[in-house]
Every structure is written in structure tokens, then in C-alpha cells.
């Protein structure tokens, strides 16, 4: 819990449908699914409604003939909104979309090696195409059957992802009509004091404190650090991903 409850709003919107289940033995399983259509009105309901930032832990890949099937492209919303999106996990330099357009937020999944040292998850996707490695291994999540349990893939990574693009806004609120999405992208790229790798390609790797720490000035045309009247920030730690896989949030905004 970082505390941030009364000033970051979630609104979720359902763009998917229940399938069905199935069950074996003890276990149950759901399936549920979406379409173009249906995640496209998700979408611009979002957009409609004022959110500055919609998180999309789904994927799709081009057809046979190398294209990339309708209603995966957001174009008419991205001026004002900042849409994350999973790279997906099909373990290899491929792009799924929306993460590889350029107008979107990218992210993959990145786990620690023995040494310590950030390595993209052998399940992700990875590629030129994404901007940011996000930890996405045993994430603690919900799961079938009303219970939580450990997951891992670039759908984890990126609702981590989203959250910190909502901490760049907020670090910049009062000036929401100088912060734009591809201010925000740029922000939590630069702001990564760390990077992880695979197969010869590297990605900023993701952190709270880089991010809270980050000084924006020179995104603004004015002094925004100096003028930041009503909240000051304590980063007590960083999220870190151990030995375990444990992640620890530990952020706390504190009033002047």
C-alpha cells in the first residue's frame, strides 16, 4: 500500500466476455475472451471519461499476410491518453500489438539473473519495437475460483507498468495541461537508472524510486520542481525482485 489511494483513481471497464468452464478434479477453470470491437469501445469509453491511462495486459500478432487485424490501433486516442500495453509472451524478438506501435507504451518482462543482474524473462517477447522492462515474474494476482496466486508474463507486467505512468502524473499534477502521453513515455524511459537484457538488446528497467525521483524541469517549459507547492516525496525504498521473487513497494508521498 504506497499510500496514494486518495489521489490515483482506478476505473475499471470490462471488455471481455465469460466463455465458459471446465473442470478437473479439484480444479476449475474459466475462459473468458474479447474481441476488436468490444476492447475498442472499452477503449474510447476510457478516453471519454477522462483517463489519463489504460493498461492492456493482451496481445495480438500480425496475420499470415503481414497485417495486423483491425481495432488494435488507437491512434484517435493517444493524444491524450497514455495506453500501456503487454509485448506478450510468445518467447522470442517478435511484436505484438498494440505494445510495438510506436505511440504506445511497450512493455516487457524482466526478472533477475544469480548475480543480481536484470534479464528479460525467457517467456517474454522482446524487440525494438518496446520501451520499457517491467517485473513480471510470480506476481501475486488474482486467479480462478475468488483466490490469489502467483503468475508471470508480460500481463503482469504491465498493470506495474501503468502504475508508475500514473505516479509520473501525479508527481506532475496541476500542469495536466502541459503532460502528455508522450511526455509521460519519455519521462519513465529516461527516469530508469538500470537497464535489462536479452539476446543483445537492453531495455530501461523500471523503478518507483527513479521514477519519483526524476526531475521533470526540462519536460516543462516552466520550473515545475520549484513550484510543486503541496507534496514533497519520501522514497524509503525501491522495489526490489530477490532471490524469491518477492517484490517490495515502498513509496510514500509525504505532506510538507
Known sequence: KLGLEDYIKILPIKANKFVDKSTSGS????????NKDDLAEGVKFAYDNGADIVSLSLTAYKTSLGVVPDGYRFADYTDKMLIVAAAGNNKGNKDGYPAAYD????????????????VIASSSNYGDWYDIAAPGSSIISSING???????????A???????????YFV??????????LKARTIIK???????YANGYSFPKLSFTDVLTYSVDSMFNNNLASEISIYDFTCKDTYVIGKNNTIIFNAQPTSM
Open 190 to 196: 529516461k527516469s530508469a537508472t538500470s537497464r535489462a
Open 158 to 168: 504491465t498493470p506495474i507498468a501503468a502504475f508508475a505512468s500514473a505516479l509520473v
Open 103 to 118: 505511440d504506445i507504451l511497450g512493455v516487457v518482462n524482466y526478472t533477475q539473473d544469480n548475480n543480481g543482474f536484470g
Open 146 to 156: 475468488d483466490e490469489y496466486g502467483k503468475l508471470t508474463g508480460t500481463s503482469m
Open 172 to 181: 506532475a499534477r496541476g500542469y495536466d495541461d502541459q503532460m502528455t502521453p
Open 27 to 34: 480444479n476449475t477453470n474459466y475462459f473468458a475472451s474479447y
